[in-house]
Structure formats: C-alpha cells, structure tokens
C-alpha cells in the first residue's frame, strides 16, 4: 500500500489558477478518480480524438520514465497515476485526498526514483511510485508551485516555493539554497533543459514563459508569438535545450530557439494544461487538456505536428 499522510489543505494558488484558465470545464469536478480509455472517437480541429480521458480533482502533471518508453506518470490534486501503454490506461498509484502531485520528476540513473511536489507535499520513491515516503529538506516550506531535475544530474533539483522564490538542491533534494526571487507568484510549471549553466524554463500566467540561462539565478521573458494568452505547462526537449514547448489557455506552443519565437502546434483541445516529452524519443509527447470536467489526454509522436487519436 503506498505511505499515507495526514489530510493537507490544497494552496489557494493552483485554484486561482484553475478558476482563471478553465473554470467552466473545472468547476464540476469532484474528488474521485475516474478513467476512460477513448474508442475512436472524432476530435477537435488539428488531430483526432483523445487517447484517454481523466476526470480527477485537477490536472497537474505528466511525466514520463527515462527506462520505459511507454511508462509515464500523471499527477493531480488527489495522487498519482501510472500508465504503462503510453498514456492509454491509467491506475491509481497513490489515491488520496488533498495529496496534491503538481509536479513529478523521474530521475535519469535509475527510473524506479520518483520525486513529487505540490501543495504541502514532497516525497520520493524507490519503487516506481508503489510507495511513498515523505523527503527531508531544508527549504522554508512545501507549497511547491514549480519543480524541476536536471536531465544531466538527478541530484540537481530546482522548486519554486510559493512565497520564498526559487531554491536548488545539489544533493538529491536534502539541503537546499535560495537562487532568485525574480520569478513572478504565478509560477505553475518550471523544467530544467540541461547546458553547461543550465538552462531552465518557467510558465507564468502573468508573463508566459521565462528563461534563465544561468542555473536560475536570473530571468528574462521569451519572445513573441504565443500572443496574451497564459502560460500554465512548460516542458524541454531531452537533449536540445533551444527546443521547448508551452502549454497555455489557449493551446500549446514550440519554440526552437531557446523561446525567441514561437508557433501554435495543431493540438486537437483548447487548452494545455499539463505536457511531457519522453527522454528516449524526443517527438513523443503527451499533452492533456481541461474540457467540460474532463482530461482529454492527447499524444503526439512526430513532436506536435499530429495528434493521432484514439484507435
């Protein structure tokens, strides 16, 4: 059975952000867990219909495993979830209340290493995410709107703690330091794109997508081409850290010049809220988006340009 813990109030950060960005397709959710696997189904404009469809009490985050090419990680306001057929079907890793995953990293030496982080929450496993523990840290708090590892070093890891700004681990997440508080207080998603400083990406709903390009110790906004819309996911090509794509209130986004431009990819839904590109094939990506109290989870294996379906 995974760890429980005791009952954890969810931030008011991630609801403003739901409100804001989806609030008719979210407002009817409740706290169960419910998964569909899509039969062929027609979808939007720009691809056919989804591979699956979630209906938990958000939709937070995608991960997939760096061992397994169709093994990949979904993370919402009540647990986790696992896939092994490449995000068709889905079963409850961790099933509990107020356990809020906003953010999972998978580490590249040994993929049975899972860490989480969220509303109060960050643990770590050893078992591919059959169980839980609780990580000993050194941060000033656990509201971790934004949760990162370096694809070249997975005991360098970045958070974005609600009211403390950005800190860094350099040790698999025991101690940490404080790095910059240029990052806004709408941060909700935040990736690691490797480079000797590293690169690193942030998605804010005030200011798009951000960019440091020394470890995080400094941030500019990117460049023009995804409009006013909101940035709420933001996910790197392994090894091409120019390659990046942004999830946003209004569809999902690529840029491969570090976010000098950027171009909407046709995704079949209306929104990107969560998004993950597989380590060992760079061009598949899942992608989910937030329709009518549902999960639309949609998969890519060309690097956004179609968007198959369900079979």
Do not use: C
Request: charged share 15%.
């Amino acid at each position: 059975m995974p760890a429980r813990t005791g009952s954890r109030a969810p931030g008011n950060g991630r609801t403003l952000l739901v409100v804001a960005l989806v609030a008719a397709a979210l407002g009817a959710l409740g706290a169960g867990v419910w998964v569909a696997v899509a039969g062929g189904r027609d979808g939007d404009a720009g691809g056919g219909g989804p591979i699956a469809t979630l209906r938990t009490a958000d939709f937070h985050a995608l991960a997939w495993s760096p061992g397994d090419l169709d093994t990949v990680y979904f993370g919402h306001h009540d647990g986790v979830m696992k896939s092994a057929d490449a995000g068709r079907g889905w079963t409850p890793s961790v099933a509990q209340r107020n356990f809020d995953a906003m953010a999972l990293a998978v580490s590249g030496v040994d993929p049975q290493r899972l860490l989480m982080a969220g509303h109060d929450v960050f643990f770590t496993s050893g078992d591919g995410g059959a169980t839980w523990q609780p990580l000993r840290h050194g941060m000033p708090g656990t509201d971790i709107h934004g949760f990162a590892m370096s694809p070249s070093d997975a005991q360098r890891l970045y958070a974005y703690v609600v009211g403390f700004g950005l800190w860094n681990s350099v040790d698999g997440g025991s101690t940490w330091r404080p790095l910059s508080g240029q990052l806004p207080g709408d941060v909700h998603g935040l990736v690691a794109a490797g480079g000797e400083a590293e690169i690193l990406y942030a998605a804010s709903m005030s200011r798009g997508v951000l960019r440091s390009s020394d470890g995080g110790r400094s941030w500019a906004e990117t460049g023009s081409g995804t409009g006013p819309q909101r940035a709420v996911a933001v996910a790197a090509q392994p090894g091409d850290p120019q390659t990046v794509y942004a999830g946003t209130d209004g569809g999902l986004y690529k840029s491969v010049d570090g976010g000098s431009s950027w171009r909407k990819l046709p995704f079949p839904g209306p929104n990107a809220v969560a998004l993950a590109i597989s380590p060992l094939q760079p061009n598949r990506i899942l992608a989910i988006a937030a329709r009518e109290g549902q999960g639309l989870v949609y998969r890519s294996d060309d690097g956004g340009q179609t968007w198959p379906g369900g079979a």
